[in-house]
């Protein structure tokens, strides 16, 4: 099993980011996935899921109306949309795969003026 997260970065407050996360190693059609981050002494959180098909997705409340999680099966990827950011939102992000219980290596969202 393989997640590689890109997409990160610096942005200023109000700016916006996608997220991607490509998957290997499984059927990535036929699971959920995650995203989480981890904000510097804080613990990890989730912040959105999305079913096996993509017709189902959640996201905290934290950044409801703000973030959106979608994917492309036949692209094996998960990605997440950011919009209107916020700097409560820094942290590393992590793409999560609940039913390999596997972890990709993060991404580092800064959001900064």
């Known amino acids: 099993v393989q997640l590689v997260e890109s997409g990160g970065g610096l942005v200023q407050p109000g700016g916006s980011l996608r997220l991607s996360c490509a998957a290997s190693g499984f059927t990535f059609s036929a699971y959920s996935m995650n995203w989480y981050r981890q904000a510097p002494e804080k613990e990890r959180e989730l912040v959105a899921g999305i079913s096996s098909t993509g017709y189902s997705t959640n996201v905290a409340d934290s950044v409801k109306g703000r973030f959106t999680i979608s994917r492309d099966n036949a692209k094996n990827t998960v990605y997440l949309q950011m919009n209107s950011l916020k700097p409560e939102d820094t942290a590393v992000y992590y793409c999560?795969?609940?039913?390999?219980?596997?972890w990709g290596q993060g991404t580092q969202v800064t959001v900064s003026s």
């Open positions: 999560y795969a609940p039913a390999q219980t596997y």
